[in-house]
């Protein structure tokens, strides 16, 4: 016995209609030749390999294939009734009925059971009251491939009969009938065989010597040289191949490999007694993650109301060769959970298939919406990109959006709520942060992850500025995030690294707990800097806030002033600004930082997002990784370092408490940064360092960045090593001297 493999280039992953054709063809020989039959994907084509070659496979179809029975008599244009507009279809229908063909008796026997259905239901097509009674009487007694369609096309959910999406609303879509086009091609392909040349370009051709179909079709056969007219079907593909560009084969076995896809019930909880819809890999629609999503992919527009749209579905490209039988309980168990409950977007389905990491050799999902376009009647199934299984759990990022995810739920309900409608900056800034999660979680294996996993911090810095000016604050700001989030964004750059000096700033750490954190100066916060302060459902206006976020620069040094006067209110000469540990800022960064070689913006972003992190709970084990310092570092301006070393938050050594000076930001804000200098130098004199210089000064530009540099903690020990390049003689007193 021969083995033969097949590559079947007549069959890709998009758009539809080709992805369903390959699925349809592994069912139809597996199920109907070869049970051993084993298909895949690789790249852009899907394999066969069965014990047909390629003449017996082309045969198969031509002459021994038994077409599925399609039918939705509950439907419109299904050919059962005697309106005109069932015309076409009922002449199809007749065609198959006094065929005397073999191969189509289980179609035949399909349709004798529906007529006799229709007339115990008074013989007219039911209306919505009815309808269930028709199905549960259908679904009672149909049996084989008749009842994997109607698993297919519609589903009992207990009060009524639910219609998944991959076929339209019950196997119509807007004014077309999916059952009178597979009528047509079956009269087409099996019954007057007009189609048996375009079989073997319909397996192995890419397209381009392909005959397309009209759905155009004769109900009878020839007599003589006289042709019975021609019956069409307008727009046989529809949703799964809007260019209707492909032959009468093709949607026979796309239709064939769409009853793989078969829906069932579900509940949320064991304790819901409510059912509901669940089709494999299907989930809400959320207009995001691809380029040419936008908010109206989450709607259906009729009569000028938004309803809910029709959601999207995903398809696995399998790598290991299967069999149909191994697919088709692939797509039984394609309900994604998250935790305990069921995926409900395509965010929690990208966070469940991360969980999952690679299964059944399943390592990438195509994701399609079926969004509406052309007429608002008319659905098609849009490609919206692919999403990337991780082959392994090692180092899998994705349990971090665990996080954010009931944030994210949040906001969406409010970027998509009617009344009050919200401002577009804040639908806006939704959008960015949704994206940015969806390509942090579908594209984990690029070089540069760490890129999408900051711009989700990013967008979160910027969904709490626009939660500053009153909208959104329902959703309160970026939630509590664990400490290896640090790993996710760390990029191993100097702004990342003083980002987190910022980020973890506090007033001080009590048993490794952040004592009053800097968060308090961007939001207006309650004690713990979780929530925000409301009043009347407004922010409170706290004059603690004093980063605007218009002007990074502007606000560090704010913050800095800010945190002098409150010190000076409390009787203390300090800054109060104390990073977590081993989270300093580091010398040869915050050169950079004062060369203007850095990205503010960006600090300022990542930092707003660092000062959600649970510090209590931070750990050695989640710094950042770092290169060593090295003496040939870039070191700040020597007048710097004595403006630095005038704005501790601690004492250098017993005795050596070198007293902070509100006047030194102020002055720097206001380009008298040679008084600045002045005031510093005389400061750390006083405790005995003596510095190289007798005077200072710097340019506006310069002096502004003096002072924002002073928001980035330094530790004990770089402040030490700040004192020995200034003085290399002095000799400090570190006895007793707590670590910082």
Known sequence: MSIHLHTLKGCSPAPLANYLKALGILRLVGEQADPDARGWWDGECFCLMSQLSHEELEKFFVENYEP????????????????????????????????????????RNAIALLRTVIDEGGGGKPDKDHEPIMLRRIAGRMRGAGADWLASVVADIGDRFSKPAIFGSGGNEGSGSYTAAFLAAVVECVHNHAWDKAISPTLWSDGADRDSWDGSFRPYPDKGKKKSPKERVGAPFRQFLPGADGPAWSLLLAFEGALVVQSGVSRRSETDPNRFLASPFYFSALGMGSGSSSEMDEFALKNGKKNPGRGEQWFPLWTSPSTIAEIKLLFREGHCTVGRRTAKNPIDAARAICSLGTSRGVDTFLRFGYLQRDNLTTHFAVPLGRVLVPQSLKDNKSGLIDDLADWLDRLHRLARKERPKPPESFVIGYRRLADAVFAALTHHDTPEHWTAWQAIFLAGADIEAIQTTGSGIEAQPIPSLRPEWVSAVDDGSPEVRLALALGSSAAEYKRGRPVDPVRHHWLPLEDGARRFKISDKRLVNDVRVVASGRDAIRDLASVVERRLIEAGTNG?????????????????DLAAFLAGQLDVEKIAGLARAFMAIRWDRWRSEYLPKQSPQTKHDAQPDEAWLAIRLACLPFALGPGQDIPADERVVRLLNADNASRAIEIAR????????????????????TARLWAAALAFPIDHRTAMNLVSILDPRFNPITKGMPHV
């Open 682 to 701: 005389n400061r750390i004199r006083a405790v005995g360092i003596r510095p190289p210089f007798q005077f200072g000064t710097a340019d506006a530009g």
């Open 68 to 107: 599925t029975p399609i039918f939705n008599p509950w439907g419109g244009r299904s050919g059962y009734y005697p309106d005109s507009s069932e015309k076409t279809a009922r002449s199809a229908l007749h065609a198959i009925e006094q065929s005397k063909a073999e191969r189509l008796s289980s179609y």
């Open 572 to 588: 203390e000469r300090r800054s109060r600004l104390i990073a977590a540990p081993g989270c300093g800022a580091r010398l040869d």
